[in-house]
């Protein structure tokens, strides 16, 4: 074994005596989102949306009276460069929605009516024909899938002001032949959702107000009457509901709002929880997976994200991403898995930015004896500035610091778990935990002996001469020449101990010292001692 080989495994041997270092990651997604593709060709498009498994893409393309169905990589946020397929005889399109069984639904609002197609889940392509068709309407603008799928509202906008509700056959893509809930009262709803309880929430736009309804989820029937009257709103248009339930209201002339909506009830909060300004006619709202706020911004050519607190349904002060460089945004849409879809003049999508958020933290010393102190130290890598650190364990009063690197002084009584939390600006958090260890009062010794015996300067005729001396009983002893390590030996309950180094000593003289660790891991330097070497001649 060679000499280099020797030091590094000693090294590591007194680091983890001595050292504990942790490592944990987190991998955050802060509502950013970065240029993946603009799809070619596509004129005015009034709705988008993706399937179930996030690799089929709807468009109603209003100006070309037809749907058409793009695959998309749900990694790369990437479509294919050619639809897979188109849906015709249409007539200004206006609404598209998947079930969670990937049945699409379309509002072919010139022609009064909605239709319905199977969707292959793997090649994205769409049945020949519709399986069913919903008439009797009047300019319908917009459609909505219930959580389970089973339940389909249309907003039945023009002259006839209602919202009607069918039931769907999950395997088939069927309508019911006629409506099981016929909710009027309205003037000219525009738009219609559902959130991931099963509350149907409506924007009545003309009576500048939105509705919220509990809907029975076998039968699809809604109750009597609404559950929740929002006013106070000057021109609602559109409406979403994110993963924890919160409800987003676009309001082209004032802005957009977020309520809580409770999930058995139905009933929305009083008054907004957060009021987001500083817009210019605001278009859609859309939640992402993990509950980030998209807003199209349309007057000011931009799409902002929020973050938003799932509990309390507020959006961060500020906008966590501004997307600039649009054309008239009207739409925003995510996939399952986090792709967003935006479209104005013209359509493009954008991938989410990860970054990932790291912690290290060290304990040191570990282990120690009783009364003794350890040092923690946290250090953030990765995400964004400023960090927010905080240790908690036994003994640890409530402390919090902001820096890149956080260090607390702990005395334990006992072998100890302490946890620590680094959160950046943008909410992302990792925790990471280290021990440090109490050695028992036996172990605890003071400071180990170790002494060289012999003269202080001696020669020798071999290279690899027997070197003894005195230290700790138990202790490990490891023996230097000229600063490398050559010999390493276990001492036994006499408290001597001899070696041979395992390298020949240089011929000449050599600097020779040796270092005792004891059981809780304090070291302790002999005295030195210089050995010459003068090799016998031969005769």
């Known amino acids: 074994m060679s000499s280099v080989k020797i030091f590094s495994i000693v090294t590591v041997v007194l680091l983890n005596l001595l050292i504990k270092t942790t490592l944990s990651a987190a991998l955050c997604e802060p509502c950013s989102y970065s240029f993946s593709q603009r799809i070619e060709g596509i004129s005015s498009p009034l709705s988008v949306a993706f399937s179930p498994s996030g690799n089929c893409l709807a468009i109603a393309e209003n100006n070309n009276n037809r749907v058409l169905i793009y695959t998309v990589d749900p990694a790369t946020c990437v479509a294919s460069a050619n639809f897979v397929s188109e849906i015709t005889d249409l007539s200004g399109p206006g609404s598209v929605a998947f079930s969670r069984d990937g049945c699409l639904a379309i509002a072919d609002t010139g022609n009064n009516r909605v239709l319905t197609y199977t969707v292959d889940p793997a090649t994205c392509a769409a049945s020949a024909n519709f399986v069913s068709e919903i008439i009797g309407l009047n300019l319908p603008e917009s459609v909505a899938f219930s959580p389970s799928g089973n339940c389909l509202a249309i907003a039945d906008t023009n002259i006839n002001n209602r919202v009607l509700i069918y ?81 987003a209201i676009s309001d082209i002339n004032s802005g957009v709002f977020t309520y809580t909506v409770d999930p058995t009830t139905c009933a929305a909060s009083a008054n907004f929880v957060s009021e987001i300004t500083g817009l210019n006619l605001p278009g859609s709202v859309a939640f992402s997976p993990d509950g980030c706020l998209a807003i199209a911004d349309t007057g000011n050519n931009r799409v902002l994200t929020y973050t938003i607190d799932p509990t309390t349904c507020t959006a961060s002060a500020n906008f966590a991403s501004e997307i600039t460089g649009l054309n008239r945004p009207r739409l925003v849409a995510f996939s399952p898995d986090g792709c967003l879809a935006i479209a104005g003049a013209d359509l493009n999508l954008y991938r989410r930015n990860q970054m990932t958020l790291g912690l290290t933290v060290t304990a040191s010393p570990t282990p120690i004896c009783q009364g003794a102190t350890s040092t923690l130290t946290a250090t953030a890598l990765g995400g964004t500035a400023p960090y927010t650190i905080s240790f908690s364990g036994s003994n640890v009063p409530a402390n919090s610091q902001t820096a890149s690197s956080a260090t607390i002084t702990v005395i334990p009584t006992e072998t100890t778990t302490y946890t620590v939390t680094v959160t950046d600006a943008n909410g992302c958090s990792t ?49 230097y020449t000229n600063r490398k390590l050559v010999a390493k030996t276990k001492v036994g309950t006499n408290g001597q101990f001899c070696v041979r180094p395992c390298q020949r000593l240089r011929h000449g003289c050599n600097a020779v010292i040796a270092q005792a660790v004891n059981n809780a891991g304090i070291a302790a330097r002999s005295n030195g001692v210089k050995v010459f070497v003068k090799a016998r001649r031969n005769r």
């Open 167 to 247: 039931t769907i056959n999950p395997a088939t893509c069927a309508a019911s032949a006629n409506f099981v809930s016929e909710i009027t009262g309205l003037n000219s709803p525009n738009s219609v959702a559902f959130s991931p309880n099963g509350c149907l929430a409506i924007v009545d736009r003309n009576n500048s107000r939105v509705l919220t309804y509990t809907i029975n989820p076998a039968t699809c029937a809604a109750a009597e009457n609404f559950v929740s009257e929002i006013t106070d709103l000057i021109s609602p248009r559109l409406i979403a509901f994110s993963p924890d339930g919160c409800l």
């Open 431 to 479: 925790i990471a935990t280290t021990q440090v260890v109490v050695s028992p009062t036996s172990m605890c010794s003071t400071v180990p002996f170790v002494r060289l015996c012999g003269p202080i300067c001696r020669k020798v005729t071999r290279h690899k001469p027997k070197i003894c001396g005195r230290a700790t009983p138990g202790s490990t002893v490891y023996l």
